[in-house]
T-cell receptor, first 117, second 114 residues
Framework: KQEVTQIPAALSVPEGENLVLNCSFTDSAIYNLQWFRQDPGKGLTSLLLIQSSQREQTSGRLNASLDKSSGRSTLYIAASQPGDSATYLCAVRRSLAGSGNTGKLIFGQGTTLQVKP | NAGVTQTPKFQVLKTGQSMTLQCAQDMNHNSMYWYRQDPGMGLRLIYYSASEGTTDKGEVPNGYNVSRLNKREFSLRLESAAPSQTSVYFC?????????????FGDGTRLSIL
């Protein structure tokens, strides 16, 4: 059974710091991995999607990496800002070979980030 | 762009009442999903619809039914609400069968069952 873990559960950093959020998964047979941001009382906003054949994806100050063999992904946030404060979720999609559910995402429980001015 | 729209945003029900949560997307996506989010449990898939006319069970389907009314709309029904169904419900959609495309989420429906 695929399990997704995010450590730490919460993180507080001063503004301007570069930071890394971690995501690990137990079954390397994934199709892709998606990083989301969730603001309090809101839905999920898709940040980056990495296909299993890719090593990383970048969008602005965000860079996500994927190491399937070790079951790990990281989300790097450069020059953090107070507006980056939110909960960050990673989710993996199971591969066709390993599952009959083609579109199913399995989520970690998130890392809540606070960036202090 | 509206994206994925969920109604209502908040609802309080009594045990045993029924309710339908509505979801509509305007992105011409084929696949739609219903998740619930609970503290300590993360998001879990209730039902999904890979394409118009099809639905399938996710991880936690018991106590729920769904209808893919057309390509735009995917509703979730609680026939007899129970306190264990108190949760935040999210609808999502994706362009294709889901494997290579990102999922886009609505803002959620916060449901309390008394």
């Amino acid at each position: 059974k695929q399990e997704v873990t995010q450590i730490p559960a919460a993180l507080s950093v001063p503004e301007g710091e570069n930071l890394v959020l971690n995501c690990s998964f137990t079954d390397s047979a994934i199709y892709n991995l998606q990083w989301f941001r969730q603001d309090p009382g809101k839905g999920l906003t898709s940040l980056l999607l990495i296909q299993s054949s890719q090593r990383e994806q970048t969008s602005g100050r965000l860079n996500a990496s994927l190491d399937k063999s070790s079951g790990r992904s990281t989300l790097y946030i450069a020059a953090s800002q107070p507006g980056d404060s939110a909960t960050y979720l990673c989710a993996v999609r199971r591969s066709l070979a390993g599952s009959g559910n083609t579109g199913k995402l399995i989520f970690g429980q998130g890392t809540t980030l606070q960036v202090k001015p | 762009n509206a994206g994925v729209t969920q109604t209502p945003k908040f609802q309080v029900l009594k045990t045993g009442q029924s309710m339908t949560l509505q979801c509509a997307q305007d992105m011409n996506h084929n696949s739609m999903y219903w998740y619930r989010q609970d503290p300590g449990m993360g998001l879990r898939l209730i039902y999904y619809s890979a394409s118009e006319g099809t639905t399938d069970k996710g991880e936690v389907p018991n106590g729920y039914n769904v209808s893919r009314l057309n390509k735009r709309e995917f509703s979730l029904r609680l026939e007899s609400a129970a306190p264990s169904q108190t949760s935040v419900y999210f609808c999502a959609s994706s362009k294709g069968g889901g494997m290579r495309q990102p999922q886009h989420f609505g803002d959620g429906t916060r449901l309390s069952i008394l």
